[in-house]
């Protein structure tokens, strides 16, 4: 239950990120960010928990599969409500899950 906890408290810390930034800020590039935006964080952090969230039942999580939604990282509202959206997800009890990913041999 504590992961539960640190992941909410995360997923509101990004909220209040979201409510004070403007959609100029959001989707400006930043060389600070590696001249990325913050949108684009944005959309990485929360398509991983919507990756899990959906994974979840099936008790098997491949991130690699995930979404990567051009519009979550350049209208802030979206992100907002998808945000939102995590938070207000049932609380999960505590399960194995299969963590799957994509290897490069290079």
């Known amino acids: 239950m504590q992961l539960q906890n640190i992941i909410g408290a995360t997923l509101r810390q ?4 979201l409510l004070h930034v403007t959609d100029e800020q ?3 590039q930043l060389a600070v960010l590696s001249d990325n935006s913050i949108g ?4 990485h952090i929360v398509e991983m928990f919507e990756c899990l969230e959906k994974g979840f039942e099936r008790g098997y999580v491949c991130y690699e599969d995930r979404e990567r939604s051009r519009d979550l990282e350049s209208v802030r509202e979206l992100a907002i409500v998808r945000v939102n959206a995590l938070l207000t997800a049932p609380a ?3 399960k194995p899950i299969v963590l799957a990913g994509y290897y490069d041999e290079q």
């Open 26 to 28: 959001y989707a400006q």
């Open 40 to 43: 684009q964080h944005i959309r």
């Open 14 to 17: 990004l909220e209040t990120l």
């Open 92 to 94: 999960r009890p505590d």
